[in-house]
């Protein structure tokens, strides 16, 4: 699991900052599904395209992973 390393500022009501609640829920979601969350990715919301060979190379991993 790739994951934006660029906190969005999202606040809900007079509470504080929903980014590290979203980060242990990413956390939860990749131990459930035994995959890794990646989260030093240098990008925001679009890793796609701001750092499309990190992509490329997640993609690569999972199907080496599977084929073996």
């Not at 829920?25 to 925001?44: E, F, I, K, N, Y």
């Not at 750092?51 to 080496?64: G, M, N, S």
């Amino acid at each position: 699991m790739l994951a934006s390393d660029e906190p969005w500022d999202l606040k809900v009501g007079t509470g504080g900052s929903t980014w590290p609640a979203w980060l242990a829920a990413q956390d939860d979601l990749a131990r459930a599904l035994h995959a890794r969350h990646v989260t030093d990715t240098g990008s925001g919301h679009g890793i796609a395209v701001e750092q499309p060979r990190l992509v490329v190379d997640a993609v690569h991993e999972v199907v080496d992973e599977t084929r073996k």
